[in-house]
């Protein structure tokens, strides 16, 4: 072979499998011969061609006509193949809520996962995924604990964060255009939608940058939509965000609807909310020593409030004739009522006596509302305090609030009325949650006869 063209393969991993990746000068004839391989794909932000890492990819590679393919380096998948011959398991935290579990084939632990709600088997990738809360992973540390297996966990979703937050840094200095911010809040959307929606489009235009957005097609946006889903790894509430912003600004701003018309939405992810006991709740509550912060978290788990809602109460909104709390403006600008407990009534009579609030319940240091960041922080302390490790926000205590209502026999339609959702759906996620009736179910272990060991 007369001056061969040189293609450098070197083993790498790539979206959680073993590939080769492809160094090589640039020719057109090359290229369309590398493009026609089998399984074979084009990183943008790489800048590189990858296949996978098996011989059949390694053979046709090598028979493309006046190429010398060079193998170098170590095959770093050899580790997690490895995985699957031996006593391990690897969990990875590939998305915020979600997390994939490899193994090797173990009847017991596969019967195991399918007990566990929002499994979900890849049968090309041999894997599972569940969703990253606590309790599934206490389940499966103690089946390695029970059989001996050596756990491993790896945070790939937060590193990956890291290097896109070090990687594009100069996003925040994209300017969103002005017509835009301003249609939403001619429009009246809310100001936490006009600054997500801002943010998402900010991206867009950073991803794109030296091209005029204005003249981009449906392949462009898609384009778009794949990186922030593969690459970013971000979670399907913000890959909404982020078509509805590009749609929005297409379609008000632009007047282009035809290009967005086909844009299709993620599937929404089923991931069950973190729950507290009634016991963690009294050790959050008891951890916290300011009357004001005291009586915030005990407002948000009484009544079920938002972060948002518990901030925008006013003195006025506390009817204690009817023992009733007031929700104004509430998530999509809807106006509710939801029950105030006796108990707290006691504890906001002492609290005004104390601080005399004048217009709004909470008040911030300087006046006006209590910052909702400032409600994020005092929370987290008071978990830690607390000593509770379950990923536990304000958020929390509102689907606590939900669970605990429905384990003491409160009709679900009573429960979507306090809680203010559109839909019985959304509120039927916490049947999942409960452990009412469960108590009484009698495991058929029980009724087996095993001699002591």
């Known amino acids: 072979m007369d001056n061969p063209l040189k293609i450098i393969a070197r083993p790498a991993v790539h979206r959680n499998k073993p590939v080769l990746k492809l160094s090589f000068p640039y020719t057109k004839e090359v290229v369309e011969k590398v493009r026609s391989l089998h399984g074979v794909l084009w990183s943008n932000s790489m800048k590189c061609w990858y296949i996978p890492d098996r011989a059949r990819s390694l053979g046709e590679l ?31 935290r590939h998305a915020k809520g979600r997390i994939k579990v490899i193994f090797r084939y173990e009847p017991k632990l596969v ?24 309790s599934i992973l206490e389940v499966l540390q103690d089946f390695c604990k029970e059989n001996n297996w050596k756990l491993e966990y790896k945070d790939e979703w937060a590193e990956r964060k890291l290097v896109w937050r070090k990687r594009d840094s100069s996003f925040e200095n994209v300017v969103c255009p002005p017509q835009f911010e301003d249609k939403l809040k001619e429009l009246r959307y809310s100001e936490s939608t006009v600054r997500n929606y801002c943010s998402a489009l900010r991206e867009f235009i950073h991803y794109f940058k030296g091209r005029e ?12 939509l794949l990186y922030i889903t593969e690459e970013r790894s971000v979670s399907t509430s913000y890959h909404n965000i982020s078509i ?14 035809q290009v967005t018309f086909k844009l299709e939405r993620p599937r929404r992810e089923r991931i069950l909310p973190e729950v507290l006991s009634e016991e963690e709740v009294v050790r959050i509550f008891k951890s916290v020593n300011n009357l004001k912060h005291k009586c915030i978290l005990m407002t948000v788990y ?21 023992m009733m709390i007031f929700i104004k403006g509430a998530k999509g600008k809807k106006d509710r009522y939801t029950i105030l407990s006796k108990e707290l009534l006691t504890w906001l009579r002492r609290y005004y ?13 300087t006046g006006g509302q209590y910052s909702m960041r400032s409600v994020q922080a005092l929370m987290h302390d008071a978990v830690k305090k607390a000593g509770i490790k379950k990923h536990a926000t304000v958020h929390t205590l509102r689907h606590s609030f939900a669970t605990h ?21 959304t509120t039927e996620i916490y049947t999942h949650i409960t452990t009412k009736g469960l108590e009484q179910l009698v495991s058929p272990f029980d009724r087996l006869r095993l001699d002591e060991k």
């Open 111 to 134: 019967a195991l996962i399918r007990t566990l709600p929002f499994y979900y088997y890849d049968a090309e990738a041999k894997w599972w995924t569940l969703p990253h809360i606590d």
């Open 244 to 257: 509805c912003a590009i749609k929005f600004y297409f379609e008000k701003i632009l007047d282009r609807s």
């Open 405 to 425: 209502l429905l384990e003491n026999g409160t009709d679900l339609r009573y429960i979507q009325n306090l809680l203010g959702h559109n839909s019985s759906k």
């Open 213 to 224: 957005i204005e003249v981009l097609t449906q392949a462009d946006i898609e384009k778009f």
């Open 302 to 322: 009484s009544g079920g409030l938002r972060l948002s809602e518990v901030v925008g109460l006013k003195v006025s909104d506390i009817d204690s004739k009817r």
């Open 353 to 365: 006596r104390e601080e005399k609030p004048e217009t709004w319940l909470f008040e911030g240091v």
């Open 62 to 92: 090598r028979n493309i006509e006046g190429v010398l393919v060079i193998l170098e380096g170590n095959n770093p998948g050899k580790t997690d193949q490895d995985i699957l011959q031996k006593e391990r398991m690897l969990i990875i």
